[in-house]
């Protein structure tokens, strides 16, 4: 049997496994993060932090269901300047252990953007993801940055502007052509595309008969955004040519297989860290190594793209 190398290279970083910890999973604090990242994760994704500290929606904001996780949590976060002193502490601690650390940033209006980028750089993280797509603030925010290419390609040339680190768009699965706009990013630098974000959705509870999260609608993730994020991944390595790190449901090796299928360099992991914990991280590793190993596949660069047309 052969023993595959899961090894591989994202934007001059060299990671152990393609899997990373998606943004909002655990990525609160340094401890936290260093614990997933000793759990086998091989790069980690902070959870987002805007310009001013938020307290997000109230309670009840996610909920566990048989398809997967819904949640409308906000985007509570301690504001960027606060965030910039546990995103330093973070990366000393994942330094030691050789995993990159990907900041995410987001901004109710697009002039915030680069101020944002402009302080959480200060922390040094190999990444800046750019949350443009989180679908759970519509009603402060007003419609996500991820719905045009305009508006999309407008926050990626202010982040752009404002720091030299490298950049990924966090792109939404509820567009009519995620291609185009992942091209329009690309035209204004960004350096790779974070896809997916959750799916806008709702559960209602049929004794109380209402909604069952506070804010009525969240994000849907988890085994239900699998066949989504899959076919997002598949369309956008057709689009363009920086890496993807492909993220919606990744559940077990084989999920994580499909999902470089598809064409992502690096796969995200999220709800299902909130159904098992972090040490789901290390099982989907070994399941994919094995996956890799029965069907003859030596290195992730085999299956990359394997199942593009
Ligand atoms: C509880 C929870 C909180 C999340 N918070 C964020 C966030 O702060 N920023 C972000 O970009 N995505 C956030 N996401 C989306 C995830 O990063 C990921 O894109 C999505 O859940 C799909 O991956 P999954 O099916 O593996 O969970 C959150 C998801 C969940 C379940």
């Known amino acids: 049997m052969l023993t595959p190398e899961l090894s ?42 805007g310009p001013e500290a938020r307290a997000g929606h109230p309670n009840p904001v996610t909920v566990s269901w048989e398809c997967g996780v819904l949640n409308a949590i906000g985007l509570t976060n301690p504001g960027a300047r606060a965030e910039v002193p546990l995103l330093r502490e973070t990366k000393q601690r994942l330094v030691a252990l050789g995993v990159p ?114 804010n009525h609608t969240g994000g849907l993730s988890g085994p239900a955004l699998k066949p989504i994020a899959l076919r997002c991944v598949y369309e956008l390595a057709q689009a363009v040519s920086v890496p993807i790190i492909g993220t919606g449901g990744v559940w077990s090796g084989r999920d994580a297989a499909e999902m470089l299928m598809a064409g992502a360099t690096l796969v995200g992991v999220g709800s299902a860290v909130v159904r098992n914990g972090p040490s789901i991280f290390n099982r989907i590793s070994g399941e994919l190594s094995q996956f890799m190993s029965e069907n003859g596949y030596a290195q992730l660069a085999d299956l990359r793209g394997k199942a593009l047309p």
């Open 101 to 214: 650390l990907f900041a995410s940033i987001f901004a109710p209006r697009l002039e915030d953007f680069g101020e944002v980028a402009r302080i959480i750089a200060e922390a040094e993280p190999d990444l800046i993801e750019v949350n443009i797509s989180c679908p759970n603030v519509a009603s402060e925010f007003g419609t996500p940055f991820s719905a045009s290419a305009q508006s999309a390609a407008a926050v990626t040339r202010t982040v752009r502007k404002a720091v030299s680190l490298p950049i990924s768009i966090k792109l939404a699965p509820n567009v009519p052509e995620i291609s185009r706009i992942a091209q329009a990013v690309v035209t204004e630098g960004a350096d790779a595309i974070t896809a997916i974000n959750t799916m806008p959705a709702m559960l209602i509870d049929a004794i109380a008969a209402k909604p069952v999260l506070s």
């Open 8 to 49: 591989c290279s994202f934007l001059g970083m060299n990671l152990t496994n393609p899997l990373v910890l998606a943004s909002g999973i655990l990525g609160t604090s340094a401890s936290l993060m260093e614990r997933v990242a000793l759990s086998g994760a091989a790069a980690i994704t902070a959870k987002s932090c």
